[in-house]
């Protein structure tokens, strides 16, 4: 029996991150969220990226570091709406924090999805 959960571990960490445009998908087809809390979680999101706008809109070189706490406070918000009806989205946002916040802290990277 443990040799059959060797495998399924294997494929589970092989899972590549969630990108931007995915987890809006998912986030958007997902019940576990009712829809005035998914308007409140986008306005959220829209004003986070507008920091990072902001930030890679100046002149001088853009530090982002500030803006990681209120990233994580968003995350932690979003795992903790799904993590009860959407266990598994929640997990695979849990697991692609990271890939996430290296694209938005990338001033290239987060071109692409802005």
């Known amino acids: 029996m443990a040799a059959a959960a060797a ?12 990108d931007v445009a995915t987890l809006k998908e998912r986030l ?18 829209n004003d986070l990226l507008a920091r ?3 930030r890679y809109g100046k002149a001088q070189k853009a530090d982002v570091a500030d803006l990681r706490q209120p990233f994580e406070m968003l995350v932690l918000k979003v795992l903790a709406l799904l993590q009860e ?8 946002i849990s697991k692609s924090r990271d890939a996430i916040w290296n694209i938005l802290a990338d001033p290239e990277k987060f071109k692409s999805v802005s």
């Open 52 to 54: 990072f706008r902001e």
């Open 7 to 18: 495998p399924a571990k294997t494929a589970a960490k092989a899972a590549p991150p969630l």
């Open 85 to 92: 009806r959407d266990p598994a989205l929640a997990q695979t």
């Open 28 to 45: 958007r087809d997902s019940t576990a969220i009712g829809l005035f809390t998914k308007l409140e979680l986008q306005n959220q999101v």
